[in-house]
């Protein structure tokens, strides 16, 4: 499809929406209690992006090419009235995906209504089958089995596959590695390990926290062979692999080691309205100012259009120990 392509020739074809900061975790490596405690300001109501207003936002990306639609946050499923945004996104010409990732804390009772509203399929992140490791990775207590049951009430729902993303770190949940990979063996949902990113500020990333991928896959691969399976489109995030035993495919993220940006199509909304082309950005553009002052949609267009063309984000080729200080948005807020 055609559109607007950015300086290094990346179309757009993934738009994530950030519908809410706010989260009922507190996972040390986005949220941490001791930041994100009682006295933290979120974003006010009539901060937040109407759901006609992020309507109009991805009908333009839309037009341009954008094909994927995925809703995060913060917690997604805190935000009210959510099926009704998923009805109106579902019915933009030309996307094809609609899906959300959570922290499946609330999925149990809402994965029918969101089916029913139109999304296609969810992502749920559990970092541990262990309930002490996950508890203290969450730091609010919440335990694995609750999250287990969000996972089957979104297959029961018919949100399949299941995405499974867990965050690994070392020391922390490395030995939950091989057990996360073993129970979701042979049920078709896909479990994808992700390295710990320095997303933000706040989180007290370090080289050493990070459990390379490949030494994920090894590990996995001891004990349940793997074999390397194709990408299933360009600018797919997740590395696949499939058990040789056909049990199914596990996915890794390897920002730190082997960065992707030369296929990043991705785009992402803030909960309030800022406009950010990449994860790591420090600054973003302010869409909701341009729709309150009453931009048309062939303005907005044109607002879209020219900072996608300006864009040169490659922060995960360019990280060292000069960026890693930059002052960066956190996940929370912009979205993961
Ligand atoms: N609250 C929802 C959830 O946890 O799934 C959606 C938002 S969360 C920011 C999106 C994804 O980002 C989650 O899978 C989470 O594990 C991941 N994430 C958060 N902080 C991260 C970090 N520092 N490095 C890697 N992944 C991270
Ligand atoms: Fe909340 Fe998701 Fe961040 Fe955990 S990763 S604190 S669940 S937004
Ligand atoms: Fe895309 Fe930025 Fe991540 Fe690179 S660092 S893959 S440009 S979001």
Partial sequence: MAGVTDTMGRPVRDL?????????????????????????????????????????IAAVFASEG????????????????????IGML?????IEDLTLTTNGSLLARKAQALADAGLDRVTVSLDSMDDSVFMAMNDVGFPVDAVLDGIEAASAAGLDPVK?????????????????????????HIVRFIEFMDVGTTNGWNT????????????????????PAD??????????????????????????TQPFCADCTRVRLSAE?????????VAGTDLRAAIRNGADDAELHALVTEVWSGRADRYSEIR???TKRRPKIEMSYIGG
């Avoid at 996972?27 to 300001?41: H, L, N, R």
């Avoid at 867990?166 to 129970?183: F, L, P, Q, T, W």
């Avoid at 459990?211 to 896959?217: I, L, N």
């Fill in 90 to 94: 579902s019915e933009i010409d030309g």
């Fill in 208 to 227: 050493a926290a990070v459990v390379p991928s490949a030494e994920v896959v090894e590990r996995i691969g001891e004990k349940f062979p793997l074999e």
């Fill in 320 to 322: 060292s120990e000069v």
């Fill in 16 to 56: 994530r929406i950030s519908v809410t900061d706010r989260c009922n975790f507190r996972c040390t490596y986005c949220m941490p209690k001791e930041i994100f405690g009682k006295d933290y300001e979120f974003l006010a109501r009539d901060q937040l992006l109407s759901f006609e207003e992020i309507t109009r």
């Fill in 273 to 281: 309205g800022r406009l950010y082309t990449c994860l790591f950005a």
């Fill in 66 to 85: 954008v094909t994927k639609i995925r809703l995060t946050g913060g917690e997604p499923l805190l935000r009210r009235g959510l099926e009704d945004l």
């Fill in 164 to 188: 499974v993303n867990m965050v690994v770190k070392r020391g922390v949940n490395e030995d939950s590695i091989v057990e996360v990979a073993e129970h979701f063996r042979g049920t078709g």
């Fill in 231 to 256: 990408a299933n489109y360009r600018g797919e995030v997740a590395d696949r692999w499939r058990y040789t035993d056909g049990a199914g495919e596990i996915g890794v993220i390897s920002s730190v």
